[in-house]
């Protein structure tokens, strides 16, 4: 029942395939009681389909944490980066300070769709799985251009007390994704 509350589509989809039938069921038998049932059927979609854009499940936040995190790494503020990474991790934080302080990203694109996979039954722990294109630059010295980094991120997220989704560990693998091995980082 949670797909139907985390894409609209879904719902719209079966909505549109179950008026076909109605309006198909109108047509052929000229039954005018079919006209009354094709528009409660429309309310019920639209019931559904409002719904559904206010019923956030957990799965959607932790994709919204995604692209937060994405947004932050794209606006290179150190402090925002690591008040994104959680406080059990302090050698995460300062090797995210020393990339931080050598690199300048000019993008972060992450790509749809991002798998969840929840690990507890509170929900609180899951990996997030997804594509990700950084482009960047060195700060200081060496190439000036910039360089794209494409790969298959696996973050290892947590929600901590104060609700908020961080980042506990990750892996990157070859773009293609974790069968095809893990990606040494270029930093």
């Known amino acids: 029942?949670?797909?139907?509350?985390?894409?609209?589509?879904?719902?719209?989809?079966?909505?549109?395939?179950?008026a076909a039938l109605i309006a198909g069921c109108l047509v052929q038998t000229g039954k005018k009681v079919f006209i009354p049932v094709f528009f409660l059927w429309v309310a019920m979609i639209a019931c559904a389909s409002l719904m559904e854009m206010s019923i956030v499940t957990p799965t959607e936040k932790v994709r919204d944490a995604v692209h937060y995190f994405g947004a932050v790494l794209q606006s290179n503020n150190k402090a925002k980066v690591l008040e994104t990474?959680?406080?059990?991790?302090?050698?995460?934080?300062?090797?995210?300070?020393?990339?931080?302080?050598?690199?300048?990203?000019?993008?972060?694109?992450?790509?749809?769709?991002?798998?969840v996979i929840f690990f507890d039954a509170p929900q609180t722990h899951c990996h997030a799985k997804f594509n990700i294109v950084v482009t960047g630059r060195l700060k200081k010295g060496g190439y000036g251009g910039g360089d794209?980094?494409?790969?298959?991120?696996?973050?290892?997220?947590?929600?901590?007390?104060?609700?908020?989704?961080?980042?506990?560990?990750?892996?990157?693998?070859?773009?293609?994704?974790?069968?095809?091995?893990?990606?040494?980082?270029?930093?």
Request: net charge negative; glycine share 6%.
């Open 1 to 18: 029942m949670s797909i139907l509350f985390e894409q609209q589509t879904t719902i719209l989809v079966i909505g549109l395939i179950g």
């Open 85 to 115: 990474i959680t406080d059990i991790r302090p050698e995460m934080k300062r090797r995210a300070s020393f990339i931080l302080d050598t690199v300048e990203l000019d993008s972060v694109s992450i790509k749809d769709p991002i798998e």
């Open 148 to 187: 794209r980094f494409a790969a298959f991120l696996v973050l290892d997220l947590i929600q901590e007390e104060d609700g908020k989704w961080r980042v506990a560990d990750y892996e990157a693998y070859d773009p293609r994704g974790e069968q095809a091995g893990r990606l040494v980082e270029p930093i």
